[in-house]
């Protein structure tokens, strides 16, 4: 069973199918827009500036991203759409200690990745966290894929028979620590560990 949930970013970008050509171009547009960020902050960045530094036409760039929040949005889903698959061990057993060890260390594995996509790049880490707030078109398609793509590692780390309710409960504590972490009230290292903390809480059996 594999939570890996991504198309292949070469044919299925942010708005529609991509030549290869077209796919580079996106890459391009999506390097150059960490590099904007780290540059100037989430809020000097624009898509004119992002398409200059990458080399691109204005036009060519907004045909692929309506707003920089889109374009933001577009880069923390391609560092979670690249993280490996998630490992499931043995989900068949009935449950014991043991499995319920097993399955808190994969959810804590699978947030921990999930937080730490940005913390090495504060900047960053800003813009996805307001980017990825916006209301746009474009971004409530991403962010659906995000939400999707997040919870589906999760369900393949606690396994078959995972608790809806532990799910969703696991869910909410991911995006208020993500929230917490993307407004500056702690580092992301810390809110990993706290996450972390909260985890174990949730999860059911022995701890």
Request: proline content about 4%; hydrophobic content about 40%.
């Given at each position: 069973?594999?939570?890996?949930?991504?198309?292949?970013?070469?044919?299925?970008?942010?708005?529609?199918?991509?030549?290869?050509?077209?796919?580079?171009?996106?890459?391009?547009?999506?390097?150059?827009?960490?590099?904007?960020?780290?540059?100037?902050?989430?809020?000097?960045?624009?898509?004119?500036?992002?398409?200059?530094?990458?080399?691109?036409?204005?036009?060519?760039?907004?045909?692929?991203?309506?707003?920089?929040?889109?374009?933001?949005?577009?880069?923390?889903?391609?560092?979670?759409?690249?993280?490996?698959?998630?490992?499931?061990?043995?989900?068949?057993?009935?449950?014991?200690?043991?499995?319920?060890?097993?399955?808190?260390?994969?959810?804590?594995?699978?947030?921990?990745?999930?937080?730490?996509?940005?913390?090495?790049?504060?900047?960053?880490?800003?813009?996805?966290?307001t980017a990825?707030?916006?209301?746009?078109?474009?971004?409530?398609?991403?962010?659906?894929?995000?939400?999707?793509?997040?919870?589906?590692?999760?369900r393949a780390?606690?396994?078959?028979?995972?608790?809806?309710?532990?799910?969703?409960?696991?869910?909410?504590?991911?995006?208020?620590?993500?929230?917490?972490?993307?407004?500056?009230y702690t580092?992301?290292?810390?809110?990993?560990?706290?996450?972390?903390?909260?985890?174990?809480?949730?999860?059911?059996?022995?701890?």
């Amino acid at each position: 069973m594999s939570g890996h949930v991504s198309g292949d970013l070469t044919t299925e970008p942010t708005r529609r199918r991509l030549t290869p050509r077209q796919a580079d171009t996106v890459r391009r547009l999506t390097d150059a827009a960490v590099e904007e960020v780290r540059d100037t902050g989430y809020e000097g960045l624009t898509v004119r500036n992002v398409a200059r530094r990458a080399g691109v036409a204005p036009a060519t760039a907004y045909t692929y991203f309506a707003s920089k929040n889109h374009l933001i949005t577009e880069v923390f889903w391609r560092r979670l759409s690249a993280l490996p698959d998630v490992e499931t061990g043995d989900a068949g057993g009935a449950g014991g200690s043991d499995v319920s060890d097993g399955a808190a260390a994969r959810v804590v594995r699978v947030l921990r990745e999930i937080v730490l996509l940005v913390s090495d790049e504060p900047e960053l880490a800003a813009a996805c966290t307001t980017a990825m707030l916006g209301t746009d078109p474009d971004v409530r398609e991403l962010r659906g894929r995000i939400g999707a793509a997040i919870r589906a590692r999760l369900r393949a780390a606690l396994g078959e028979h995972a608790d809806p309710a532990v799910l969703g409960a696991l869910e909410m504590a991911y995006s208020g620590a993500l929230l917490q972490a993307g407004m500056g009230y702690t580092s992301y290292a810390r809110i990993a560990d706290r996450l972390a903390g909260a985890a174990r809480l949730i999860l059911p059996g022995p701890r």
